[in-house]
């Protein structure tokens, strides 16, 4: 079965920075591109990151760029997302999600975690 | 970026109706057209894939269709757990952009 797990979220201050986390199970990992969504409180779904299989290609959405970070440990199934310079819009919940494809990064997503809530607040 | 939008924004239905929610991209996307479900503090659950490809594992009465700019998703006969919000997304180019969202409630 597969799973993603998120943690790492918690209220953090303007200007701060915080890490989440993914841990995966129950697929090969370094077969699928990786990918992080957000959602503000009662709004809709908006793409934040995306990193290929091996790690070596990534990409922010603008309004992230420049802030965030994505990162994968393949041998230990985690991904990752280093937040800085946190802003008050930034406050969401940000889901794990899994590329569909083995072979690319097609940003069609097929397993999602069950969300971290960060909060950017004074 | 390209622009999903949705209509209608909300809806009511009755058990057993027929829904239809519709997604129209600012440019075409062919068919890289998904289809979301997400139900309250829950994360979004996979629904169609390439505009009519039904995820493994969901009920046939969801069903898609479309292609270029104009998609639907039809609930063919509304069951109790299919009240919730549905999000269309394109996966045609980067950024990947969603839909702003259909809320199917109980009439």
């Known amino acids: 079965e597969v799973q993603l797990v998120e943690s790492g979220g918690g209220l953090v201050q303007p200007g701060g920075s915080l890490r989440l986390s993914c841990s995966a199970s129950?697929?090969?990992?370094?077969?699928?591109?990786m990918h992080w969504v957000r959602q503000a409180p009662g709004k809709g779904l908006e793409y934040v990151s995306a990193i290929s299989r091996n790690g070596g290609s990534t990409y922010n959405a603008d309004s992230v760029k420049g802030r965030f970070t994505i990162s994968r440990d393949n041998s230990n199934n985690m991904l990752y997302l280093q937040m800085s310079s946190l802003r008050a819009e930034d406050t969401a919940v940000y889901y794990c999600?899994?590329?569909?494809?083995?072979?690319?990064?097609?940003?069609?997503?097929?397993?999602w975690g069950q969300g971290a809530l960060v909060t950017v607040s004074s | 970026d390209i622009q999903m939008t949705q209509s209608p924004s909300s809806l009511s239905a009755s058990v057993g109706d027929s829904v239809t929610i519709t997604c129209r991209a600012s440019?075409?996307?062919?068919?890289?057209l998904n289809w979301y479900q997400q139900k309250p503090g829950k994360a979004p659950k996979v629904l169609i894939y390439a505009a009519s490809s039904l995820q493994s594992g969901v009920p046939s009465r969801f069903s898609g269709s479309g292609s270029g700019t104009d998609f639907t998703l039809t609930i063919s006969s509304l069951q109790p757990e299919d009240f919730a919000t549905y999000y269309c997304q394109q996966s045609y180019s980067t950024p990947p952009t969603f839909g702003q969202g259909t809320k199917v409630e109980i009439k």
């Open positions: 999600v899994r590329d569909r494809s083995t072979v690319d990064t097609t940003y069609n997503f097929d397993y």
């Open positions: 440019q075409s996307i062919r068919i890289y």
């Open positions: 129950g697929f090969t990992f370094s077969n699928y591109a």
